[in-house]
């Protein structure tokens, strides 16, 4: 697709056919934050290992846009034969338009997947023009859905610039919220508890102790530490807790190999160890100014356990490591009493049928209403003293 005489865009089919260094420079522009999610080798694990690939319903179609040779903005989008591993959730969309006849499935999906973490979905390189990069990558999305002929366009957990650019081009606005932690300059785990309500200090501290008192030991592994052994310990945690909540875990274990291969320096794993043997653990990645929690799993259970490993140890860890904020992924209003806030996320969603849209558009009005609601309630009974 050609939008001008120097600006063409076209879909790839894995992202093995973009340069490393094109794809990370428009992901990471300079002075921007290292999110490493953005990552091509993130990408390339979750594609290399058979994890996000056509036979799960992950099918490659990233967009690039080149201005003459060279690559000066790309999108990570799949055709999507389902909406599993989104943490969007748009099932009932999908089941209303279905009733009326019509086929959503295959949809196209610009995200990360299997990673509710916001950030850029249009990338661009830091030495262009930002929002004609931005919007040729949308035009290129319209017309892939045209191309395609599929039922419509979500690009989830985007940039509120992004987001808003988008809903000039007609996708509708959505808004959601996850539970974020926020370094105040703490300077220990201690000067945190210090701003809490007397009553969560106490019952943090309460935890805290009954998590580890059979015996448990905690361990930080990152880089060289993390050894293949370490790997399969976490993969079976992973594979334990992960079969029990949502059937099918999504990742596999040559994915972890990958990431130990590729990206070790910004994995934290948060492991658990009694009498000898790992028991549990939670994998966290690690961006320029912020920790990002995400899987966790667990051959015994102890009591705390959970909350010990991937709340108050990524808490200590940011504190120690001067982050500014922890994002412990999707869901949980039990993050709150944790020192976890309510922060909004937003999606953007491009709907080809008209009767379809009006009506998710009339629905995402009254939830956006909703979300901003709760999230002011939610804040207002936070676990920080007043004077904080």
């Known amino acids: ?3 001008s005489p120097d600006i063409t865009i076209e879909a790839v089919a894995s992202v093995s056919q973009i340069a490393a260094d094109d794809w990370n420079a428009c992901a990471h522009p300079p002075g921007t934050p290292y999110n490493p999610f953005l990552a091509h080798a993130f990408f390339a694990a979750l594609e290399e290992s058979g994890s996000a690939t056509a036979r799960t319903g992950w099918l490659p179609r990233h967009l690039v846009v080149r201005r003459g040779e060279r ?20 099932h009932g969309w999908a089941e209303a338009f279905a009733h009326a006849g019509g086929s959503y499935y295959p949809k196209l999906q610009v995200a990360v997947p299997f990673t509710p973490v916001t950030g850029p979905r249009l990338l661009v390189r830091g030495d262009v023009d930002q929002a004609q990069t931005r919007e040729a990558l949308i035009a290129g999305l319209i017309a892939l859905c045209k191309q395609l002929d599929v039922s419509s366009v979500h690009v989830t957990f985007a940039l509120r610039e992004e987001w808003e650019q988008l809903a000039a081009h007609g996708f509708l606005q959505r808004t959601d919220q996850q539970y974020h932690w926020a370094n105040q300059d703490y300077g220990s785990f201690e000067d945190f508890l210090g701003s809490l309500a007397s009553r969560h200090r106490k019952a943090i501290r309460r935890e805290r102790r009954e998590a580890v008192a059979n015996c448990i030991e905690i361990h930080a592994l990152s880089g060289a530490a993390i050894t293949e052994d370490a790997w399969d310990a976490f993969y079976a945690f992973y594979m334990e807790t ?3 909540k949502w059937g099918r875990p ?10 130990g291969e590729t990206m070790a320096d910004d994995v934290v794993l948060i492991m658990a160890k009694r009498e000898g043997r790992w028991i549990a653990g939670a994998i966290n990645f690690k961006g320029s100014d912020t920790l990002y929690g995400r899987h966790w799993g667990a051959i015994e259970h102890h009591p705390f356990l959970h909350f010990e490993i991937c709340y108050y140890q990524a808490i200590d860890y940011a504190i120690r490591h001067e982050l500014k904020s922890v994002e412990a992924g999707a869901q949980g209003e039990h993050k709150i009493a944790r020192g976890y806030l309510p ?12 009767s379809l849209r009006r009506a998710v558009r009339d629905y995402l009005a009254r939830e956006r209403d909703y979300v901003e609601a709760v999230g002011r309630e939610l804040t207002e009974a936070g676990p920080f003293r007043k004077s904080s």
């Open 1 to 3: 697709m050609t939008i």
């Open 71 to 90: 690559v000066v903005g790309v999108a990570p989008c799949y055709l999507k034969s389902h909406s599993q591993g989104e943490y969007v959730f748009d």
């Open 242 to 244: 992960g079969s029990r």
């Open 250 to 259: 999504y990742l596999n274990r040559a994915f972890y190999s990958l990431i």
């Open 343 to 354: 922060q909004t996320t937003r999606s953007a969603h491009y709907i080809v049928n008209p």
